[in-house]
């Protein structure tokens, strides 16, 4: 079973008639070694995708719906870090997902994607530095 499968069914039921049969591919796939955080990874990119882009797994829905959609899958991927005491990794995704919206407000969507990139890194083994450096000289001030 794929991470975005594994995304679909621990998604909020009301959600499950929205489901496309067969999910896209994986964004992150081999990127972040801790199963849990990679579960963690595709869950919120697809929640960022039901606001900013062209979702993987779901479709069918008006645009109020996706956003609601959207801020399920945050929640769902945010919720899971919280339950195991990965404070660290809740830290990133939250900064990532602040730092993601205000890109796409300034018209900075290919920064944005750069973003999720940084975060993945940083939630590696290999521990980059994480959004919020990566954006401090590449995005304007709110």
């Not at 882009?53 to 899958?73: H, I, K, N, T, V």
């Not at 900064?95 to 999720?116: C, F, K, M, T, V």
């Amino acid at each position: 079973m794929s991470l975005l499968d594994a995304v679909v069914r621990a998604a909020d039921p009301a959600l499950a008639e929205h489901a496309l049969p067969e999910p896209g591919p994986e964004r992150f796939a081999g990127a972040v070694e801790d199963a849990g955080r990679a579960f963690v990874l595709e869950a919120v990119y697809e929640g960022y995708l039901m606001h900013y882009g062209a979702p993987r797994a779901f479709g069918g829905m008006d645009d109020d719906l996706r956003l609601l959609a959207g801020d399920a899958l945050y929640a769902l991927g945010l919720a899971r870090l919280a339950a195991a005491g990965d404070v660290m990794a809740v830290a990133e995704l939250s900064d990532l997902i602040s730092l993601s919206a205000q890109a796409q407000a300034g018209g900075l969507a290919e920064l944005a994607e750069e973003l999720w990139d940084a975060s993945a890194l940083a939630l590696s083994e290999a521990r980059g530095p994480g959004a919020r450096a990566w954006a401090r000289d590449r995005l304007p001030a709110p």
